[in-house]
Nanobody
């Protein structure tokens, strides 16, 4: 099994910045994909960004140029740097780990973008 622990959520002003972290532990496979999803109130969960262990990053269109995903493979940790957040980025953000066999989710961390 893989355990995911997220941190870094909270309140941020529009145009500010915030960084989320997600630390994975357990049966980590060398080839994996880690990323972030979010779920706003009354809306389905949506993919935000993800990054393979080999370093290929992908983003949903609405966050390109504002959010940056990165990884520290030595620490099995993935980060999401959120720059210039907007009120529409308000959601619960979930970390996801997947490999060739399994998929795991974090417990979620709430981000509120408001002045």
């Amino acid at each position: 099994q893989v355990q995911l622990v997220e941190s870094g959520g909270g309140l941020v002003q529009p145009g500010g910045s915030l960084r989320l972290s997600c630390a994975a532990s357990g049966d980590i496979r060398s080839i994996n994909d880690m990323g972030w999803y979010r779920q706003a109130p009354g809306r389905p969960r949506e993919w935000v960004a993800s990054m393979q262990s080999g370093g290929s990053a992908r983003y949903t269109h609405s966050v390109q140029g504002r959010f940056t995903i990165s990884r520290d493979n030595a620490k099995n940790t993935v980060y999401l740097q959120m720059n210039n957040p907007r009120p529409e980025d308000t959601a619960v953000y979930y970390c996801r780990y997947s490999d060739s066999v399994y998929e795991y989710w974090g417990q979620g961390t709430r981000i509120t973008v408001s002045s």
